[in-house]
């Protein structure tokens, strides 16, 4: 008796955590690695006890120009072509335009036991993106997600295995549903991670370079995750995470063998209507991770932080978020092969502490006809190698954007990104940045 009398009280507990995360849908964290508590059947709410496994998925595909130069130095044509990432479309890095099909993702979710004490989240990558094919290089990696959840003890869970970890809006946001076919600078160049073999070539002291063998890290990494929202207040919600990394991204290797340590904490208040990425809300956040990365067997300190908002009500989306990086900065991609007429990328990290990076943007967007048409304008920048005269770029993008939702996620997006790049105190790699092209993007998202 005093067994069953104890297990009353906790599932009693876990039904209470359970409310509390069920109100909070715009938590991604949640979202991601549980089930839902409730479900509404015949109008009502109820338990969920449905373990039926969940198939579903999405496609993006699309068109995109790139309105840059080809750098050409010297005055004649057959003076040598000088490739610049800034004027090709990644992952692939060998045109200016083209049709694409840059995600095509596979997922099955669910919960092991009608209890819902044990949840499961599997995704794969069928498209051509950063994961499949870094800077056109094979990864072979087709695998994005594979986690577990133990919902078994009162106000926290834990979560095991490869998924997205907590930090950044962006990042953390379903990628399908954002209305912008790229990410802002910033997000893409300081955390969507670019990972060199431990062999790379030190070109410079602490500057490393080297052909990818592995994915982008895709805002994700392997490890145990423990997180819990909760609420604080009338209609204020509170979510905290803190995750230990393998620092390994999607890859199955670490030449540093230490982990990596990421912090989260998000205070959320709503309005009372909408769900996921329309849940009208007010949310501020702030995030942190910090590890370790070997390059030629010496550790190299990676250290990432952040702080923003998200807004959104009847239709008004403000958002904004600045992200501070030290160490292990990306540099770009850079073209080795000696042919001017094809291309063999490789990228660029500045490891040291000592190299700093930060940038940010700020987001609006309005649907000016309820739940079809929605206008948006992003301003984002990017200042890399801030301690470094002639290594310093900044980068500004002003993307304007239209969609048109059919329903739900499933939408046509149009962007149009005015870029501008500059290197203060580098005449000669301004020339290169000069070429720098706006970018025409079109993307059509269907989610099933």
Do not use: C
């Not at 994700?220 to 991204?249: C, P, Q, V, Y």
């Amino acid at each position: 008796m005093k067994s069953i009398h104890k297990n009353k009280i906790v599932l009693s507990l876990l039904a209470v955590s359970a409310l509390s995360m069920s109100l909070h849908a715009a938590d991604w964290l949640s979202i991601a690695g549980t089930q839902p508590s409730f479900i509404k059947k015949d109008g009502k709410k109820i338990e969920n006890h449905n373990n039926k496994p969940h198939l579903w998925g999405f496609i993006q595909t699309g068109y995109q120009n790139n309105y840059g130069d080809i750098f050409i130095p010297g005055a004649g044509p057959k003076s040598g072509l000088n490739l610049t990432p800034f004027s090709m479309l990644p992952p692939n890095l060998n045109s200016q335009s083209g049709f694409e099909v840059n995600r095509a993702r596979l997922a099955v979710r669910g919960m092991i036991d009608k209890e819902n004490t044990f949840d499961y989240f599997f995704m794969t990558e069928f498209g051509e993106d950063g994961i499949t094919k870094p800077a056109g290089h094979a990864s072979n990696n087709y695998l994005t997600d594979a986690s577990i959840t133990y919902r078994g003890i009162p106000y926290f869970n834990i979560r095991l295995g490869q998924f997205k970890y907590p930090g950044s809006e962006e990042g953390l946001r379903a990628v399908f549903a954002s209305t912008y076919r790229n990410f802002s600078t910033a997000e893409s160049q300081l955390l969507l991670e670019r990972f060199l073999p431990n062999n790379a070539k030190e070109i410079k002291p602490g500057l490393f370079q080297a052909a990818p063998e592995e994915s982008v890290g895709a805002y994700r990494d392997r490890g145990i995750e423990l997180f819990h929202t909760f609420k604080i207040a009338n209609k204020t919600m509170l979510t905290w995470a803190g995750m230990i990394g393998s620092g390994t991204g999607m890859s199955s290797s670490n030449a540093s063998g230490t982990p990596t340590y990421y912090g989260y904490l998000a205070a959320e208040y709503l309005f009372g209507k909408g769900k996921g990425y329309y849940t009208q809300s007010l949310k501020g956040f702030v995030w942190y991770q910090n590890g370790k990365r070997q390059l030629n067997n010496k550790d190299y300190t990676r250290e990432r932080y952040g702080v923003g908002f998200n807004y959104f009500r009847n239709g008004l989306r403000v958002g904004a978020e600045y992200i501070k990086a030290k160490g292990m900065i990306y540099n770009g991609a850079k073209d080795v092969d000696h042919d001017p007429y094809s291309v063999n990328w490789e990228y660029q990290i500045a490891a040291d502490k000592n190299n700093e990076a930060d940038g940010g943007y700020v987001n609006l967007q309005y649907f000016f006809i309820p739940k079809k048409w929605e206008a948006m304008v992003r301003y984002d920048y990017l200042n890399r190698l801030t301690n470094s005269t002639t290594g310093e770029r900044k980068f500004k993008t002003t993307t304007l954007g239209l969609s048109y939702h059919f329903k739900g996620p499933t939408r046509i997006d149009v962007n149009y990104a005015f870029r501008d790049a500059d290197a203060p105190g580098n005449a000669k790699a301004q020339k290169v940045l000069d070429h720098t092209g706006n970018l025409l993007s079109i993307q059509a998202t269907y989610k099933f």
